[in-house]
């Protein structure tokens, strides 16, 4: 296990966590949760040996293998697989000296490094690596293009590939979704709950961390504190302790009923359609929600647009494309005031082209793009951050996008963004990405736009900005157009979904839950599709298969025999418990005036019903164990 003994963590002269002591047992999934800066990589730093406590101990066990995504990837002319097998050190290993031990003629060494690569499930590897990238969006064809050929988005997700393909003791995980799709982040959701060591993870992102982890560490002013249950569970938690405060509870009350006020209006004009019954309940969720986030630093809304024709914008039978590639064709979509699309589809499917054309940023190829009278776009993608003007503060741009408002009311403004003291007037060349996103949003919102356009507003956002971003959705009278994985934000900002996929943006008639089984659909589809048009995928598939079986045999053996043991304990136990209960019963035995036998046998008695207990509790922990193990067919 990992072990915090009354730790202190800083940096410089930063104290970040003071007298910390719990421990984290084998197994346990860990969401790491605090504001931006409170210590969070840095305390992954520690983990990986990379800081030293300032006071106090962190024991972890010497032997446990610890994996976590690396920063940069070098342009390696290395195949994509590879690379990701390299995670596997220990298999790397035996591959080599199995080569050396071959070139040598050592044949009991060979035996041996063979039987050790069985073990390690080497002979199943290229497979596993395969359906860690195929999991994370790469086709077949992407697994054998050098490392060099991919963009830096796509390198993130090698360098994930390569953490999940290390068989870790201990994994660290650090916003490991922001380059993610939806379907990317719900294929990695159920990785790791399949995962059998212990996970840390650092995530914005709600419906991720309350799919993944049974634990949430918490870092607040220099704490950290470990919560039982999901991220909702803490967050209940700690709504109870603010509640607490009158003043943040009387806030919290003006927050529940401002919200009930949107979710009332929202359930006079739904349809019983499966996404508008999805909205309501993601809404009324955001009452416990709101509770855990009284004293967020951001606060925020939008002010009313100044027209709103209907329609806002018609694309009539229209192709996009780049050049003469066309990615989408024949779009019919007509956008009206007050309605808000979620934009679904896997990556590279054209969701962000379909974005761009309604932004007027792409041209149509084909057919119409007509604009309302008084359509004002507000757009918003990651590329505009880097529009922002390096050497100028937050102030100076908000004084160069409305140099009539005094400068005041623009302070005040900026610090709903959490723009404040020094902030407000310092350049925002060295802000994070998070500090810029902000920013963008701000000027952006301050345009009083009429169609709201946002492409993954969330990269780069913590929780308590996202959560202040849906609550500012929800009181927002125009149009969004909203592309993200963060599925809290789609469930409670989006009533209609629109398909992105084979070259078609079509009305989705379901659910988020009705997405990600189509998502599995189309793998399945398309699973079968190679096996049955490559033979060396079927021969990999049950070579796959056969090493799942013998996996699973493994992993099973060991808890079987120990149940058997346990069994044959318990079994004696209760014969000799028996034998001393009948002795207790015989009635001469309490008319003897040596006192000596009755008590040394009270005292066996008690002694054999303790162990017997131990015993039977372990045997029912270890059944528990077996059976979330999955069936061997």
Request: hydrophobic fraction near 40%; charge should be negative.
């Amino acid at each position: 296990m990992i072990q915090f003994k009354n730790l202190t963590l800083t940096r410089g002269i930063k104290v970040l966590v003071e007298g910390a002591s719990f421990q984290l047992h084998p197994g346990h999934k860990v969401g790491l949760t605090g504001a931006n800066g409170a210590g969070k990589s840095s305390l992954f730093s520690m983990l990986r040996g990379e800081l030293q406590p300032e006071i106090g101990d962190l024991d972890i066990p010497s032997h446990w293998v610890i994996a976590h995504v690396a920063q940069e990837t070098p342009a390696l002319a290395d195949a994509a697989i590879e690379f990701v097998l390299d995670g596997d050190s220990e298999l790397r290993s035996i591959e080599h000296a199995l080569v050396l031990a071959e070139a040598e003629n050592k044949g009991e060494v060979v035996a041996e490094l063979h039987a050790r690569l069985g073990e390690v499930d080497g002979y199943s590897a290229k497979a596993r690596a395969a359906a860690l990238l195929s999991g994370l969006g790469f086709t077949h064809t992407d697994m054998t293009r050098p490392v060099s050929d991919f963009s830096g988005g796509w390198r993130v997700r090698l360098n994930l590939a390569r953490a999940l393909m290390c068989r870790s003791d201990l994994l660290l995980l650090d916003e490991p979704t922001n380059h993610l799709d939806l379907d990317a982040v719900i294929w990695l959701e159920s990785w790791l709950k399949d995962y059998r060591g212990t996970l840390l993870l650092i995530s914005h992102d709600r419906d991720f961390l309350d799919e993944v982890i049974n634990h949430i560490a918490h870092i607040e002013q220099q704490r950290l504190t470990l919560y039982r249950g999901g991220y909702s569970d803490f967050e209940r938690q700690r709504a109870e302790k603010l509640a607490q405060q009158q003043s943040l509870y009387e806030r919290q009350q003006r927050d529940v009923a401002h919200l009930q006020k949107y979710i009332d209006r929202f359930r006079a004009q739904a349809t019983k359609a499966r996404q508008a019954q999805s909205r309501i309940k993601a809404l009324e969720r955001m009452e416990l929600i709101s509770a855990a986030h009284v004293d967020s630093p951001f606060g925020f809304s939008f002010k009313a647009p100044l027209s709103a024709p209907d329609p806002l914008l018609v694309l009539d039978d229209v192709d996009a494309g780049y050049g003469d590639q066309p990615v989408l064709k024949d779009i019919a979509l007509t956008i009206r005031p007050g309605e808000r699309l979620g934009l679904l589809g896997r990556n590279g499917a054209g969701k962000s082209t379909l974005v761009k054309l309604l932004a007027d940023e792409l041209k149509p190829m084909t057919g119409k793009r007509v604009e309302g009278k008084d359509l004002k776009i507000g757009y918003f993608a990651q590329h505009q951050l880097e529009q922002l003007r390096p050497e100028e503060s937050p102030l100076q741009h908000m004084l160069r996008l409305d140099p009539q408002t005094r400068e005041q009311e623009h302070r005040n403004y900026l610090g709903g963004f959490d723009f404040r003291g020094d902030m407000v007037t310092s350049p925002c060349a060295p802000f994070s990405g998070g500090e810029k996103s902000r920013l963008a949003l701000a000027l952006l919102i301050w345009t009083r736009p009429n169609l709201l356009l946002l492409d993954e507003p969330t990269n780069h956002l913590d929780l308590e900005m996202r959560h202040a971003l849906t609550l500012a959705l929800q009181e927002y009278e125009g149009c969004v157009v909203l592309v993200s994985h963060d599925r809290a934000l789609l469930r409670a900002s989006c009533d209609k979904f629109v398909l992105v996929a084979d070259g078609a943006a079509k009305v989705f008639d379901g659910d988020l839950d009705d997405y990600s089984s189509w998502l599995a659909e189309q793998r399945s589809k398309e699973k079968t599709q190679e096996t049955t048009s490559n033979p060396t995928v079927q021969k990999n598939d049950r070579a796959q298969n056969k090493a799942d079986r013998q996996a699973r045999q493994a992993e099973r053996r060991p808890l079987v025999k120990e149940i058997e043991q346990l069994e044959s304990k318990m079994a004696m136990l209760n014969d000799q418990k028996s034998r001393c209960d009948e002795r207790l019963a015989s009635p001469e035995l309490y008319e003897s005036q040596d006192k000596a036998e009755l008590q040394q046998l009270l005292k066996k008695q008690a002694e054999l019903a303790q162990a017997l207990e131990q015993a039977e509790d372990s045997w029912l922990h270890i059944q528990e164990q077996l059976e979330a193990l999955p069936l061997i067919n």
